[in-house]
């Protein structure tokens, strides 16, 4: 039999319409020779429900971008003899789907690239596309990402961490620590995507209501020193079925117009202004940094199957990695497609390649 794939997206976090527009693309992309796949949603409440696969409707409209349907039949993963199968609920009872042999989780963000959900696909013994629990969960918390990555000598932008406690008991010691990083600063949910929540802050008088903002999305906040005069250049890391790493060629992020960072309207909706060099022009001996660096930081993390590691270069070429996205966008248009695209791996190609390694995977600890 055809090995089952559970094609996965949409989720509880704020990510979620470009969660499904990335499941319509992946749904598009699987090789139905070669697999079975069966598209499940979660809603934006965390129910799990057997997608229709319309295609159609998983694509952005009108610059909406699509949701999971509440009213289609729940599904749940659960845990069977040999792995886990898929059990829809229907009106004439329960229904199993059978054996689940890989999910691929097309999640961002909180329940979804944090950890959770790896946790919960642990838990049922099946094995899935991408980082385990841990570097879910240290690469979605900025704050934690940047104590491995440090740890590890990757270099990352000077940093604190503001929780809601402490800023709700002393918000001038959290101001006074912030303002030590020197303005401009950024400030980010600590666990967040898409540039959803992140303020760039010019002086003192904009300090309160960006980290009010990001606590909008997260009780925990990343107060950064600003990168000054920097390029912005992405990279993909890309685990082959037998477990070594390969690099794509990076990226360049060329913002302007009335964006004054990568936000969420420029990385999405993007307009006359944005630009993205793939592959970016870099010299050699800067491409061969970047690409044992991204690798570098995959390690850090202890990361599986793919990242997409994003670094600002300083015009005297030094590196800082600005952070590391263990499910990145991954829309055919997206960046880390078009890397690997650029580097001789097409979507259909990549998609397989991501099945393959999470085939090749055990349910033990690895
Ligand atoms: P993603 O969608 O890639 O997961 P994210 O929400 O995790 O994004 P970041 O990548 O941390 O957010 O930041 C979003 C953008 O803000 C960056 O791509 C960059 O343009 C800008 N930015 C972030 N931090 C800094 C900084 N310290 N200095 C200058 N620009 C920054
Ligand atoms: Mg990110
Ligand atoms: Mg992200
Ligand atoms: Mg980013």
Request: hydrophobic share 40%; proline share 6%; charged share 25%.
């Amino acid at each position: 039999a055809k090995p089952r794939i559970v094609v996965l997206f949409g989720g509880r976090s704020t990510e979620h319409g470009i969660s499904c527009v990335t499941g319509g693309s992946v749904l598009a992309a699987v090789d139905r020779e070669k697999y079975d796949v069966v598209p499940v949603g979660i809603t934006r409440d965390g129910q799990w429900v057997l997608e229709s696969g319309d295609l159609e409707r998983l694509k952005i409209k009108d610059r909406q971008t699509p949701t999971v349907d509440g009213s289609l039949p729940p599904v749940t993963l659960t845990q069977a003899e040999d792995g886990s199968e898929l059990v829809v609920h229907e009106a004439a009872g329960p229904r199993s789907l059978g054996h689940v042999d890989a999910v691929f989780p097309l999640l961002h963000g909180p329940w979804g690239e944090d950890g959770t959900l790896q946790g919960q696909l642990e838990m049922a013994g099946v094995r899935y596309v991408g980082a385990g629990v841990l570097a879910s969960a240290v690469s979605m918390d900025k704050g934690f990402m940047k104590v491995a990555l440090t740890a590890a000598g990757v270099p990352t932008m000077p940093s604190i961490v503001v929780t809601a406690r402490e800023w709700a008991r002393d918000a001038a010691a959290c101001r006074a620590r912030s303002e030590e990083l020197g303005y401009p600063l950024f400030v980010k949910p600590a666990r967040g995507g898409s540039s959803i929540g992140i303020s760039k802050v010019h002086d003192a008088s904009e300090v309160d209501a960006a980290i009010t903002t990001a606590m909008e999305h997260d009780p925990r906040v990343l107060v950064e020193g600003f990168a000054a005069g920097v390029r912005e250049i992405e990279c993909g890391v890309l685990q082959l079925p037998d477990g070594e790493l390969r690099t794509s060629l990076p990226a360049e992020i060329r913002i302007g117009g009335d964006h004054e960072f990568y936000d969420f309207e420029a990385k999405y909706l993007p307009g006359e202004h944005t630009e993205i060099d793939c592959p970016a022009k870099v010299e050699d001996e800067l491409l061969d940094r970047m690409q044992e660096l991204a690798k570098k930081t995959f390690d850090a993390v202890a990361c599986e199957g793919l990242a997409r590691v994003d670094f600002f270069v300083f015009p005297d070429g030094s590196l800082v990695v600005n952070e590391l996205n263990t499910m990145p966008g991954f829309t055919p248009s997206s960046m880390y497609p078009q890397m690997w695209g650029a580097s001789g791996i097409d979507y259909t190609e990549l998609v397989d390649l991501l099945i393959q390694q999470a085939l090749s995977r055990g349910t033990d600890l690895r």
